[in-house]
T-cell receptor, first 115, second 116 residues
Framework: AQSVAQPEDQVNVAEGNPLTVKCTYS??????LFWYVQYPNRGLQFLLK??????LVKGSYGFEAEFNKSQTSFHLKKPSALVSDSALYFC?????????????FGSGTRLSIRP | GAGVSQSPSNKVTEKGKDVELRCDPI?????LYWYRQRLGQGLEFLIY????????KSGLPSDRFSAERTGESVSTLTIQRTQQEDSAVYLC??????????????FGPGTRLTVL
């Protein structure tokens, strides 16, 4: 069965510093991996996805994520954090070879950027 | 349509009443998902539709919850005899549902349900 874990409930970073939000997954084959962001009082927005190819995926708002197959991880990163990045971030995984499979979301990590 | 829409955006109801929440997916998307998000919490999967059938309804918390989809389009989530613990934001998402597709989900703005 597929699963995804976000080990940190909260990440606190000073503005201008690099940030990392961690995600690990478990799936039988090669996964499809996603990051979504939820700003306060708003719906979830798609940020980026990994399907195949280059392990470093670039997404919206300057975010990127690195797929690491050996560590089964897909950590979200940004070189220089902004206060406006403060939001709830969700990692998600899908097994593309499982019929009628659904995307599984992690429990979310609240990112707080202090000025 | 341009995006996933949900109605109503807010619903306040009294304990014991029934409510219906509506989701209009992106046109052509065959997969549709319902989630529940309690205040400050993560996403709780409720049900997944592929076309008009629901291959996975494992997340429905009780028999008070039901959902249907017609015409491979609109879906309604019905909660009967609402309880205060049903208070949450109910999110709908749709995706292409095509085999082998990346199946990126696109979310609606949600319906905020408050049960008094």
């Amino acid at each position: 069965a597929q699963s995804v874990a976000q080990p940190e409930d909260q990440v606190n970073v000073a503005e201008g510093n690099p940030l990392t939000v961690k995600c690990t997954y478990s799936v039988s084959g090669n996964p499809y991996l996603f990051w979504y962001v939820q700003y306060p009082n708003r719906g979830l927005q798609f940020l980026l996805k990994y399907i195949t190819g280059d392990n470093l995926v670039k997404g919206s708002y300057g975010f990127e994520a690195e797929f690491n197959k050996s560590q089964t991880s897909f950590h979200l990163k940004k070189p220089s954090a902004l206060v406006s990045d403060s939001a709830l971030y969700f990692c998600a995984v899908r097994d593309p070879y499982s019929s009628a499979s659904k995307i599984i979301f992690g429990s979310g990590t609240r990112l707080s950027i202090r000025p | 349509g341009a995006g996933v829409s949900q109605s109503p955006s807010n619903k306040v109801t009294e304990k014991g009443k029934d409510v219906e929440l509506r989701c209009d997916p992106i046109s052509g998307h065959t997969a549709l998902y319902w989630y529940r998000q309690r205040l400050g919490q993560g996403l709780e999967f409720l049900i997944y539709f592929q076309g008009n059938s629901a291959p996975d309804k494992s997340g429905l918390p009780s028999d008070r919850f039901s959902a249907e989809r017609t015409g491979e389009s609109v879906s309604t989530l019905t909660i009967q005899r609402t309880q205060q613990e049903d208070s949450a934001v109910y999110l709908c998402a749709s995706s292409s549902g095509l085999a082998g597709d990346t199946d990126t989900q696109y979310f609606g703005p949600g319906t905020r349900l408050t049960v008094l």
